[in-house]
């Protein structure tokens, strides 16, 4: 199996990254131990006292002060043709005079050859120091050579002039020679005293006398490199601490830049940078890879419960606990536990892309068995108990799985194909995985936009409510009628609530949906009032929701009371299912509904499977029976049976019973026959806009 290249992630930024990150483990290596790299002792031979820390000093040194020193050696060459020229002029052509440029010369030339060559910077500074030295004992051989053919040199003042000058010139480039500098000094000193004292035929008195004042050259010429170097290296400690901080900040922010700080996993970035050689395989027609998208269910809810700061920590447990998962395949390096780009040989990297999503890549998969075993593994990790601010809990995650070249091609897609594919999962109930399937993630996109476009709708005045007479059917006179929601879409027109309902439902917009319908409900209501006409009850559908709510019978009376209307007006519909899955609240909050006079309607009888018993405890004043009963009444059978003991038992607990969906004259009269006169349906009226209705309103019957 290849690996994932991951040499160079990142390009550019991520290679200076990987130079740091070496330099600096070099150096904390080279330090570990040892005194700090910024202590310089005030000892004669300059040195820090940290190892690394002289490298680096004296490879800095070099690049600076290299072309310098190869310009002192031209010099020196320059110098040394200059002085044979003198003494050729002025004494004539001695063989001496010529070993300037026989001897002295070449070996200028060839320390300046040598200092060119690429390897020579190794070692440099003793080589120099030789050169340097090697020319100066040159040089004193070659005035004593002048010496004995009657030349000026030591013999004269010019002579020993040239030579301390050149003794001074010497150590101006030998004293930023570092440690070789004062021993190579001390060497063409003792050469020349040596030269004083026995070459120069000169008294004891006169040899003692030109020492003198040779030693306080040398001292001069000692003490400026010495002090030259002293200096040199204090500034070069300022510039480290500077280097370094620039370092570590310039490193620190490659970091943030591809690793994610509360779980140390790469982020978003880095997992494109490392995924991208794999994926452009796939796409050459080499191996599929895929991308698992791991988004923890209902995280949410923990994160309000627990703040940031425990839900972080929990987070973090739970990337450790996923690469765990992916053991075996070496993943790129948290930046808490390794260097940033080190080269990682995986077929697999874990990264954290948002509040509570993970994703894993997976580089040259064999089969989808493969993703979906690694996807099983990932969700019994996340299924393991977690700790969270002291207290046990048991998460679970959904996982969307999308291949490549099969679902995209590039990682972007592949990214949001996965993560769409695990929100269809998580919708499905969650704690399971997915492979991406375009129709069914057609359908997930269409109802996010929906649910977007829902959000809109309340702001935009999108919404109305339809009106649905209920009459009695043997004189088609209006005996209370049923507000009904629709949605006018721009584009796609009327929508009716079954599209939408459960949507807002789901995303916790039924309760401002509710509020608009009651409120347009009520204001319907003091309208017909104001204008004088028969004000009949109004049936206003409940979402599951509201019984949960204690607070609503108040809610309600406050409503009613606002609209300056009686409660007894709105009829509250709530379906069979709905209070029997809350039956113990329902009960309470029913009876105080009741209490304050509101009509309650149990819509859709039949289809809750209901039982007798409960019924009997709920303070109802309406039954509605579900249009399911209604539709095959007329024929007989089954349906018809079941209807008519919905009848008697509705009446018989002291219930108006109300038939709902009657489509069919036929229908209505076998209803009516079974003693259910109360009837609702196309029938009669369909749900009309309140133009449409107000009429009907004002005749009192549906047959206008
Ligand atoms: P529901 O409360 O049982 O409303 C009766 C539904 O049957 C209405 O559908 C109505 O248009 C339809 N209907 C009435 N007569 C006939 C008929 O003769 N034949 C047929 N085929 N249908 C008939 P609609 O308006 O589509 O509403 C569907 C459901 O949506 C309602 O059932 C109700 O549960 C819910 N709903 C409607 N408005 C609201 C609302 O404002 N809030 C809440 N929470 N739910 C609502
Ligand atoms: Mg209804
Ligand atoms: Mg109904």
Same mark, same amino acid.
């Given at each position: 199996m290849r690996a994932i290249e991951t040499q160079t992630p990142g390009g550019p930024a991520a290679? =200076?990254?990987? +130079?740091?990150?070496?330099?600096a483990a070099a150096e904390a290596a080279a330090s570990a131990g040892d005194a700090p790299a910024s202590e310089l002792p005030l000892r004669l031979l300059l040195r820090f006292s940290d190892a690394g820390f002289e490298r680096r000093f004296v490879q800095h040194y070099i690049a600076f002060y290299l072309r310098y020193a190869q310009a002192s050696l031209l010099l020196g060459a320059l110098l040394v043709s200059g002085d044979w020229l003198i003494d050729h002029l002025a004494h004539g052509g001695g063989a001496a005079n010529f070993l300037r440029l026989s001897l002295a010369v070449p070996v200028l030339l060839l320390g300046l050859a040598y200092s060119c060559l690429p390897q020579s910077r =190794?070692?440099?500074?003793p080589a120099m120091a030789s050169f340097i030295v090697a020319v100066a004992l040159c040089l004193f051989f070659i005035l004593v050579r002048i010496d004995a053919e009657g030349g000026a040199g030591l013999k004269t003042w010019v002579g020993v002039l040239n030579f301390t000058f050149l003794e001074f010139y010497c150590f101006v480039i030998l004293g930023v020679q570092f440690r070789h500098a004062l021993a190579s000094g001390l060497m063409i000193l003792a050469a020349f005293l040596y030269a004083l004292f026995a070459h120069a035929g000169l008294s004891a008195y006169e040899a003692g006398y030109w020492a003198y004042h040779v030693l306080t050259v040398f001292i001069l010429a000692a003490g400026i490199g010495w002090w030259r170097e002293f200096v040199l290296r204090k500034e070069f400690l300022a510039r480290a601490a500077l280097d370094d901080s620039l370092l570590a900040a310039e490193q620190r922010a490659l970091r943030l830049a591809h690793y994610d700080e509360v779980t140390g996993l790469p982020n978003r970035r880095l997992l494109g940078e490392l995924a991208a050689p794999a994926l452009a395989r796939a796409c050459a027609g080499g191996p599929a890879c895929a991308v698992l998208h791991l988004e923890i269910d209902r995280f949410g809810g923990v994160h309000e419960l627990y703040g940031h700061g425990p839900s972080d920590v929990m987070l973090a447990g739970m990337a450790q606990r996923l690469r765990a998962c992916l053991r075996g395949s070496a993943l790129v390096p948290e930046w808490g536990l390794g260097p940033v780009g080190l080269a990682v040989e995986s077929d697999r990297v874990l990264a954290r892309l948002g509040d509570h999503a993970f994703a894993v890549f997976i580089a040259e998969l064999e089969g989808q068995e493969r993703a979906s075993g690694l996807a099983q593994r990932l969700l019994a990790a996340v299924a393991e108990p977690v700790q969270i601010d002291g207290q046990h809990m048991?998460? $679970?995650a959904s996982i969307g799985i999308a291949m490549c070249p099969g679902d995209a091609q #590039?990682?972007?897609?592949? $990214?949001r194909c996965a993560e769409q594919t695990a929100r269809v999962a998580a919708e499905a109930g969650g704690a399971q995985h997915k492979f991406f399937d375009e129709a069914l993630n057609a359908r997930a996109k269409d109802r996010v936009l929906l649910e977007s476009e829902l959000r809109q709708a309340l702001l935009s005045d999108q919404l109305r409510l339809h009106y649905q007479?209920?009459? #009695? +059917? =043997?004189?088609?006179? &209006?005996?209370? !009628?049923?507000? &009904?929601l629709r949605w006018q879409h721009p584009q796609r027109g009327l929508i009716p609530p079954g599209l939408f309902i459960p949507l807002a439902e789901d995303s916790g917009l039924i309760a401002p949906l509710t509020d608009w319908v009651l409120h347009t409900a009520c204001q319907s209501l003091r309208r017909w009032a104001g204008q004088g006409l028969t004000v009949l009850p109004l049936s206003v559908n409940l979402p599951a929701s509201s019984l949960a709510d204690a607070g609503l019978p108040e809610q309600l009376s406050a409503l009613v009371q606002h609209y300056g209307l009686q409660p007894a007006w709105l009829m509250l519909e709530l379906t069979e299912t709905m209070v029997m899955r809350e039956m113990a609240? +329902?009960? +309470?909050?029913l009876d105080r509904l009741r209490q304050l006079g509101f009509g309650l309607s149990l819509d859709d009888f039949g289809t809750g499977y209901s039982s007798l018993s409960h019924l009997k405890r709920l303070p109802m004043s309406e039954l509605k029976i579900d249009r399911a009963f209604i539709t095959d009444v007329a024929r007989g059978g089954r349906d018809a049976a079941l209807a008519s !003991?919905?009848? $008697?038992?509705g009446r018989e607990l002291g219930l108006q019973v109300v038939a709902e969906g009657v489509e069919t004259q036929e229908q209505a009269e076998f209803l009516i026959g079974r003693g259910c006169s109360l009837q609702q349906g196309y029938w009669f009226a369909r749900p009309l806009p309140p133009e449409q209705f107000e009429p009907m309103l004002r005749a009192g019957t549906c047959r206008l």
């Amino acid at each position: 199996m290849r690996a994932i290249e991951t040499q160079t992630p990142g390009g550019p930024a991520a290679e =200076r990254a990987l +130079a740091a990150e070496g330099k600096a483990a070099a150096e904390a290596a080279a330090s570990a131990g040892d005194a700090p790299a910024s202590e310089l002792p005030l000892r004669l031979l300059l040195r820090f006292s940290d190892a690394g820390f002289e490298r680096r000093f004296v490879q800095h040194y070099i690049a600076f002060y290299l072309r310098y020193a190869q310009a002192s050696l031209l010099l020196g060459a320059l110098l040394v043709s200059g002085d044979w020229l003198i003494d050729h002029l002025a004494h004539g052509g001695g063989a001496a005079n010529f070993l300037r440029l026989s001897l002295a010369v070449p070996v200028l030339l060839l320390g300046l050859a040598y200092s060119c060559l690429p390897q020579s910077r =190794r070692h440099w500074q003793p080589a120099m120091a030789s050169f340097i030295v090697a020319v100066a004992l040159c040089l004193f051989f070659i005035l004593v050579r002048i010496d004995a053919e009657g030349g000026a040199g030591l013999k004269t003042w010019v002579g020993v002039l040239n030579f301390t000058f050149l003794e001074f010139y010497c150590f101006v480039i030998l004293g930023v020679q570092f440690r070789h500098a004062l021993a190579s000094g001390l060497m063409i000193l003792a050469a020349f005293l040596y030269a004083l004292f026995a070459h120069a035929g000169l008294s004891a008195y006169e040899a003692g006398y030109w020492a003198y004042h040779v030693l306080t050259v040398f001292i001069l010429a000692a003490g400026i490199g010495w002090w030259r170097e002293f200096v040199l290296r204090k500034e070069f400690l300022a510039r480290a601490a500077l280097d370094d901080s620039l370092l570590a900040a310039e490193q620190r922010a490659l970091r943030l830049a591809h690793y994610d700080e509360v779980t140390g996993l790469p982020n978003r970035r880095l997992l494109g940078e490392l995924a991208a050689p794999a994926l452009a395989r796939a796409c050459a027609g080499g191996p599929a890879c895929a991308v698992l998208h791991l988004e923890i269910d209902r995280f949410g809810g923990v994160h309000e419960l627990y703040g940031h700061g425990p839900s972080d920590v929990m987070l973090a447990g739970m990337a450790q606990r996923l690469r765990a998962c992916l053991r075996g395949s070496a993943l790129v390096p948290e930046w808490g536990l390794g260097p940033v780009g080190l080269a990682v040989e995986s077929d697999r990297v874990l990264a954290r892309l948002g509040d509570h999503a993970f994703a894993v890549f997976i580089a040259e998969l064999e089969g989808q068995e493969r993703a979906s075993g690694l996807a099983q593994r990932l969700l019994a990790a996340v299924a393991e108990p977690v700790q969270i601010d002291g207290q046990h809990m048991l998460l $679970t995650a959904s996982i969307g799985i999308a291949m490549c070249p099969g679902d995209a091609q #590039d990682l972007l897609n592949l $990214t949001r194909c996965a993560e769409q594919t695990a929100r269809v999962a998580a919708e499905a109930g969650g704690a399971q995985h997915k492979f991406f399937d375009e129709a069914l993630n057609a359908r997930a996109k269409d109802r996010v936009l929906l649910e977007s476009e829902l959000r809109q709708a309340l702001l935009s005045d999108q919404l109305r409510l339809h009106y649905q007479p209920k009459v #009695d +059917a =043997r004189s088609a006179r &209006l005996v209370g !009628a049923e507000a &009904l929601l629709r949605w006018q879409h721009p584009q796609r027109g009327l929508i009716p609530p079954g599209l939408f309902i459960p949507l807002a439902e789901d995303s916790g917009l039924i309760a401002p949906l509710t509020d608009w319908v009651l409120h347009t409900a009520c204001q319907s209501l003091r309208r017909w009032a104001g204008q004088g006409l028969t004000v009949l009850p109004l049936s206003v559908n409940l979402p599951a929701s509201s019984l949960a709510d204690a607070g609503l019978p108040e809610q309600l009376s406050a409503l009613v009371q606002h609209y300056g209307l009686q409660p007894a007006w709105l009829m509250l519909e709530l379906t069979e299912t709905m209070v029997m899955r809350e039956m113990a609240t +329902a009960v +309470a909050v029913l009876d105080r509904l009741r209490q304050l006079g509101f009509g309650l309607s149990l819509d859709d009888f039949g289809t809750g499977y209901s039982s007798l018993s409960h019924l009997k405890r709920l303070p109802m004043s309406e039954l509605k029976i579900d249009r399911a009963f209604i539709t095959d009444v007329a024929r007989g059978g089954r349906d018809a049976a079941l209807a008519s !003991a919905i009848i $008697t038992l509705g009446r018989e607990l002291g219930l108006q019973v109300v038939a709902e969906g009657v489509e069919t004259q036929e229908q209505a009269e076998f209803l009516i026959g079974r003693g259910c006169s109360l009837q609702q349906g196309y029938w009669f009226a369909r749900p009309l806009p309140p133009e449409q209705f107000e009429p009907m309103l004002r005749a009192g019957t549906c047959r206008l």
